[in-house]
């Protein structure tokens, strides 16, 4: 076939729910009688066990999430993140990004090749040729169920029939952008050294395969993925059990989540089984066991494979991969985190003990690592719904996400830097394509898959987003009206074409002391139970407002092992104190390869202390007047004035997001 290439918009230089989930949880769900039970059995196709024999059964989310399409965003800073996404999504030349496939299928590119990562003639050692492509697909089928904008739909069904021809013209199923095609396949099967990470990249082009089969209802995606998996069951079925689990020590994404998706599109359990073997016990058993042997492992390729476990979980009801997952996330969350929520430096987990020593890195917080532990987190939450998850999500949500979008040019960071007076470097639009670059796409594409979750006969308020949920099991539209966080309260109004009863569950977050919810003007509830939902059942009648009050306070939280390092919170809001510009030409923020990142601009930069004990330190900080979510707190030893605004905010400018105290 001969498609015609999509041209792109101009684009300044530099200047869903989880259907999957859902379609398991309805089985089990109908099974049980619409019980919300967390374990069930269910009309699941049931697995041949395994050689460990430990699938037994499955298991129903108590709830779940909406259905993108259902969600839209309203006037606010998601929606403006959202915006600068869709231009960049469209600023793109599918063509670029499919020229390797083309040429390796043996048919001739429409376009040359991108750079940076997806460049043959650049690093490539890293070798994830083509995995751009995959997270492209999966954001342009998200920004399609986000806007219901036909040119993503459009982008989409472009790419699948073209890797369609790709995949026909090869014969044998794969369809991959390495610039030496199968080889390094064929030698990780083998048990010799790979270059690169084929399979990670494998996963991110079967999930865009996935996704833009379940959110646009593209048929062909699920048959080209279908034989993509048919041929990774035939390249490694003769694999013995020890030379799969070797094979798995190298980077492979979310290989047993995706084949696990592609089991219950099909219903045929060998794509269950491919998945089992996909996991990689070296990381699955020490955290049933809840052991923490994170030290030094490169962050997100584990992240991937834990969402790949919880997946698992909710088809087989196997409780170690739950356990596992479970554990992970506690240990990430409580132990290992920096204030914004998110993890490691220079990709990789560190013992908890050495904060202050990775405090001076400019390679801590990797975006895709914020961004998986989001994939995560909602997992676990539609499996048991309690506020921590939320509080998590919501905090590194605004912190880490909304955080690395450079409000100017849309473009994204790789890393968020916690050194003391450096900035935030993003890449650039078609010289860099990094990991975060496609994760980024992803990202801002999807903001309303956790605003609001549902089980039979409850809404559960997760998020104080400005946004429109149409419940259409209820034959209901909420309105979420809110600027939070700039104001600390937001309103819900029902429409409604007739008396509904259901249960309203908002989220008293564990940062605010005392919530109070208005039902039509007057006042229902003060909660006094941070970290718990407010719930209120009653029947719901067209023109029903409930309006929520949520004082956010100013507190400092300590640098994990430190007693006089301290980071800023409002609310859930992390603030970070502006730095200035010193040495910062325009543009320099823009960076082509991510391994320069902390190699330049290394000037002293002086960062002062802020006067007073850690202790009461907030005491010390004033808000400015006319300007919402900022502070001036004082410097040791100087007259001037520090200003705090949300981190999210920054951009452009360097800053500190932790700060040692010392007497003025």
């Not at 729910?17 to 099974?31: P, T």
């Not at 506020?387 to 450079?406: F, G, K, M, P, V």
Request: net charge neutral; glycine share 6%; with cysteine.
């Amino acid at each position: 076939m001969n498609h015609q290439p999509i041209k792109p918009l101009d684009f300044p230089q530099l200047s869903r729910r989880q259907l999957l989930i859902s379609m398991a949880a309805s089985a089990a769900v109908a099974a049980i009688g619409g019980c919300a039970s967390n374990k069930a059995a269910t009309t699941l196709p049931q697995p041949s066990p395994l050689a460990e024999g430990r699938i037994q059964r499955a298991v129903a989310p108590a709830v779940q999430s909406f259905d993108l399409k259902e969600v839209r965003l309203l006037d606010g800073p998601f929606l403006d993140a959202q915006k600068r996404d869709e231009k960049y999504l469209l600023s793109l030349e599918p063509d670029r990004m499919l020229a390797n496939f083309r040429t390796n299928a043996g048919l001739q590119p429409k376009a040359p090749v991108y750079g940076g990562w997806e460049s043959v003639q650049t690093w490539a050692d890293i070798r994830a040729h083509g995995h751009t492509l995959g997270h492209y697909l999966t954001a342009c089928a998200l920004m399609y169920a986000s806007t219901g904008d036909k040119r993503f739909k459009d982008r989409c069904d472009y790419i699948v029939a073209d890797l369609q021809d790709c995949q026909n013209a090869g014969k044998t199923g794969v369809i991959c952008a390495f610039p030496d095609k199968t080889a390094q396949f064929e030698n990780a099967v083998a048990g010799r050294r790979v270059i690169g990470v084929p399979w990670y990249t494998t996963h991110k082009v079967m999930a865009g395969l996935r996704d833009a089969y379940i959110y646009c209802d593209n048929k062909t995606a699920l048959e080209v993925l279908v034989k993509f998996c048919d041929w990774t069951q035939s390249i490694t079925q003769n694999m013995s059990d020890a030379a799969f689990q070797r094979m798995l020590n190298t980077e492979h994404g979310g290989m047993n989540e995706v084949l696990a998706d592609v089991y219950v599109l099909t219903g045929d359990e060998k794509y269950l089984n491919l998945s089992q073997r996909f996991c990689h016990l070296a990381v699955l058993d020490p955290l049933a066991g809840r052991t923490d042997r994170l030290n030094g492992l490169h962050s997100n390729t584990q992240i991937p494979k834990i969402v790949g476990f919880e997946r698992l979980y909710t088809l087989t009801g196997q409780d170690s991969h739950h356990t596992a997952a479970d554990f992970f996330w506690q240990t990430i969350v409580n132990n290992r985190s920096f204030v914004t929520g998110g993890n490691g430096d220079n990709e990789h987990f560190f013992p908890p003990a050495d904060f202050a020593r990775h405090l001076t890195s400019a390679k801590t917080m990797e975006t895709c690592c914020s961004h998986n532990m989001l994939r995560l987190t909602r997992a676990l939450f539609e499996i048991d719904p309690v506020t921590h998850y939320a509080d998590y999500y919501e905090r590194t949500l605004y912190n880490c996400i909304l955080a690395s979008q450079d409000p100017d040019s849309g473009m994204m960071t790789y890393f968020q830097p916690t050194r003391p007076g450096y900035f935030k470097p993003y890449c650039t639009p078609i010289d860099s394509f990094w990991c975060c670059t496609g994760t980024g796409m992803e990202n801002h594409a999807k903001y309303g898959d956790s605003i609001y979750f549902h089980s039979a006969d409850a809404l559960y308020v997760n998020l104080f987003i400005p946004s429109r949920l149409d419940w259409k099991a209820k034959r209901l539209t909420l309105t979420q009206a809110t600027r939070f966080p700039d104001e600390s309260r937001t309103s819900l109004q029902i429409k409604t074409s007739s008396p509904t009863r259901f249960a309203l569950n908002i989220r008293h977050p564990g940062w605010c002391k005392l919530v109070t919810v208005k039902v039509n003007g007057a006042v229902q509830t003060a909660s006094q139970a941070p970290g718990s939902y407010i719930v209120i059942d009653r029947t719901w009648r067209d023109g029903d407002r409930v309006e929520v009050e949520l004082p956010m306070t100013l507190r400092s939280e300590f640098l994990p092992g430190s007693a006089d390092t301290v980071a800023m919170v409002y609310g859930p809001i992390v603030l970070a104190g502006k730095l200035g510009r010193q040495g910062l030409a325009p543009g320099e923020d823009i960076v082509v390869n991510e391994r320069t990142i902390g190699t330049q601009h290394n000037d002293p930069i002086d960062v002062p202390a802020l006067a007073g004990e850690p202790g009461n330190i907030v005491d010390q900080f004033n808000p400015s007047a006319g300007e919402s979510l900022t502070f001036s707190a004082p410097a040791a030893g100087r007259t001037e004035r520090l200003s705090f605004v949300p981190y999210f905010r920054i951009a452009h400018e360097r800053y500190s997001l932790y700060w040692k105290c010392a007497h003025a």
